[in-house]
């Protein structure tokens, strides 16, 4: 049995888009299915737009993501070889050398190598479309080399794929069209075919082939914002391929139990960024405690409290920029100490009943200071809600005549979790000791 290889093949010209990882992932997957090898190619013939600090950042992100190559590969370095083949296909009359004007300025004559092009019509069987025909004839002898050291990405590409065992080419939808040409030049080149796979293009909402330069559609993009690898890559997989039940959650080991490429359409993806988010917050809520601090680089003046905030950030958090954001903005209270302001303590005092809040504090006070130094918020609740029951058995609007001042004491802020929380997180040193500032202010 042939072994199986399968490649990712990006160009170093730019921050790596979302699709060119999804793209990896079912190269990755497949090989790994199949017991195979997968490997990465970057594709620099395109000297003027190809940046060696780009080569770096996709090394980089295929390690971030979990998608380590078995293999790296750089189709500079293979220059020699390029030059060899198409100085063989010149030689036995299958290409030519061809004196024209220049595009670019066409005072200038330049020498293009173009292929001998027998015209017959293709047809190849894609692994998701099914087959798939073109007439060549239109495409002429088109230009495959710049110059004889000089190869355009269609000769390169397939010489680097044949050279490198290359058994599955599983791409972007939008390189279709190149499949014909690249198939000629293998036929030129006496090279067997490989398998092709071409997956659906990935949508913006508004259908629009999502792309770096309209939305958000970057891989730096989503790490900034704070997304796991884990979330980016489950999510990916769903873009194009669904397992065949309403199962939503994989790992990468999962999925390379569960993926094929028979279950990958053929129509575009639409790309949900609230789908990711709430994929986001899953594997967000599988991280331990620890973990979810050090993944998330997430800071406070106090670890201890940090620490008690986290199951609070699981609920609401759907990424880790959204936990840092509620960190400095609503459960910035957790970390310092509130400045109060008294008409915001009154503002749900009922008007026929005045001094009940300062009273009801006062009270409270008393009681958190009595709790214990560990507690849940239910045991919170269960110690302070008869307090709030037997204000609103007095007159309606009593409970919350209580418990409003009771969670602006504590937290100086319109929005905040409930005072039970709070408190529990706080400790009730910490949680009594606002509460009688409070008392203080009304005093
Ligand atoms: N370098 C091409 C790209 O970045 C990939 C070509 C291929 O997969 O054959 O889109």
Redesign the pocket.
């Known amino acids: 049995m042939t072994q199986i290889v399968t490649r990712i ?3 170093p010209t730019g921050q790596m888009h979302i699709g ?1 990882v999804r793209t990896a992932l079912f190269n990755y997957i497949f090989a790994k299915q199949h017991g195979g090898t997968y490997f990465v190619r970057i ?1 620099d013939t395109d000297k003027e737009r190809s940046r060696a600090e780009w080569i770096d950042a996709i090394w980089k992100d295929f390690e971030w993501c979990g998608l380590t190559p078995d293999a790296r590969y750089i189709q500079s370095e293979h220059a020699e070889r390029h030059r060899e083949l198409l100085a063989a296909l010149v030689a036995e009359g299958k290409a030519y050398v061809s004196k024209e004007p220049s595009r670019d300025d066409p005072s200038r004559q330049v020498e293009v190598v173009r292929l001998k092009n027998p015209g017959t019509r293709i047809t190849f069987t894609d692994l998701i479309r099914g087959d798939v025909s073109f007439d060549t004839a239109e495409l002429g002898d088109f230009v495959i080399a710049r110059a004889i050291d000089d190869p355009l ?1 269609h000769f390169a ?1 397939v010489v680097d794929d044949k050279d490198a065992g290359v058994t599955h ?1 599983i ?2 939808e939008e ?1 279709l069209s ?1 499949t014909p040409r690249q198939i000629l030049i293998q036929e030129a080149l006496g090279f067997s075919r490989p398998q092709y796979a071409h997956i659906p293009l990935i949508l913006a909402p508004d259908r629009t082939k999502l792309s770096k330069r309209k939305h958000a559609a970057s891989l730096e993009h989503y790490r900034d914002e704070g997304y796991l690898p884990e979330a980016i890559i489950n999510y990916l997989a769903l873009l194009g391929w669904n397992p065949g039940t309403d199962e939503e959650h994989f790992s990468l080991s999962e999925l390379v139990e569960r993926f094929s490429l028979d279950r990958v359409q053929k129509s575009g993806a639409i790309f949900d960024e609230t789908k990711l988010k709430s994929v986001n917050q899953h594997w967000m809520r599988k991280l331990s405690i620890d973990d979810f601090i050090t993944r998330g680089a997430l800071e406070a003046n106090d670890s201890n409290t940090l620490r008690l905030a986290v199951p609070l950030l699981k609920e609401r958090a759907r990424t880790f920029g959204e936990a840092r954001e509620l960190l400095s903005g609503e459960l910035s209270c957790l970390f310092t100490q509130p400045s109060l302001d008294k008409s915001q303590l009154l503002a749900k005092e009922p008007k026929d009943r005045p001094g009940i809040a300062a009273t009801a504090l006062k009270s409270l006070s008393e009681a958190v200071r009595e709790l214990p130094a560990e507690i849940s918020a239910d045991g919170v609740k269960e110690a302070l809600m008869p307090l709030a029951d037997a204000e609103e058995a007095r007159g309606k609007g009593g409970r919350g005549a209580v418990l409003w001042p009771l969670r602006y004491a504590l937290s100086g802020q319109e929005r905040s979790p409930d005072p039970f929380t709070l408190i529990s997180i706080l400790g009730p040193v910490e949680a009594a000791s606002r509460v009688e500032k409070a008392v203080a202010i009304l005093g």
Do not use: G, L
Request: aromatic letters at 8%.
């Open positions: 093949a990006p160009s060119t594709e990405y590409v080419i791409r972007a390189h190149n």
